[in-house]
């Protein structure tokens, strides 16, 4: 078993307790309602930021685990060297940054967020956040896909874990399902990790 292979197995497992920590922190800390309603979470970032900050910190965890899981499958998959696994690789680090970004530009919006700070300004930067977490979803979502069914053709990873892999991918298409793709996902990182911990590198 190679190093990278087994980074790779560490960080899907570990990309599972990061999910939970996100999940728990945007339900018990930050509210359902306010992660809907922009101007509940202009006003948790005047009056209450720490949840924000904790849910940006585990972001930015989560794209670093994400980053080397990508990798790392990559690397698994590479005796399939074809251009479809290179759009799949650019799909997984592009949902990578986009997720860094989200995390750093709203970082950046709590420092700003103050009882003074123009409102226009505020929601504009929120706005720019949403749009980059659906960009983080949706290239993750086709990351998923490609990555799925080239393993499944190859036959590189289990062929129930790849049908899983393409039901989540095709999910995260869908906004309203994304509860649903969180929790599979979860599911999908354990499986995976323990792939990659437990099996031969192929080729």
Same mark, same amino acid.
């Given at each position: 078993m190679s190093r990278l292979q087994k980074l790779g197995g560490i960080a899907?497992? $570990?990309n599972v307790t990061v999910a939970i920590a996100m999940l728990a922190v945007a339900t018990m800390l930050i509210g359902v309602a306010a992660m809907s309603d922009p101007?509940? #979470?202009?006003e948790l970032a005047i009056d209450n930021? /720490?949840? +924000?900050?904790?849910?940006?910190?585990? @972001? =930015? $965890?989560?794209a670093a685990v994400a980053a080397v899981l990508v990798w790392a499958l990559a690397s698994y998959l590479s005796p399939n060297n074809s %251009? =479809? =696994? #290179?759009?799949? $690789? /650019? *799909? /997984?680090? /592009?949902?990578?940054? *986009?997720?860094?970004?989200?995390? $750093?530009l709203s970082l950046y919006t709590i420092s700003?967020? !103050? &009882?003074?700070? &123009?409102? %226009?300004?505020?929601?504009h930067l929120n706005r720019l956040i949403g749009i980059l977490a659906w960009a983080a979803i949706g290239l993750d979502g086709l990351w998923l896909l490609l990555v799925s069914g080239i393993a +499944? @053709?190859?036959?590189? =990873?289990?062929? &129930?874990?790849c049908y899983l892999g393409c039901g989540m991918g095709g999910l995260s298409l869908v906004s309203p399902l994304g509860i649903i793709v969180l929790l599979l996902s979860m599911v999908w990182s354990v499986w995976l990790g323990l792939v990659?911990? !437990?099996?031969e590198p192929t080729g």
């Open positions: 899907a497992l $570990i101007n509940q #979470l202009i930021p /720490g949840p +924000l900050l904790l849910q940006d910190g585990l @972001k =930015l $965890i989560a %251009t =479809l =696994l #290179l759009v799949a $690789i /650019g *799909c /997984g680090f /592009g949902s990578v940054v *986009c997720l860094a970004g989200n995390a $750093i700003q967020a !103050t &009882p003074d700070a &123009p409102a %226009t300004f505020l929601h +499944l @053709k190859r036959q590189q =990873l289990p062929r &129930p874990l990659l911990l !437990t099996a």
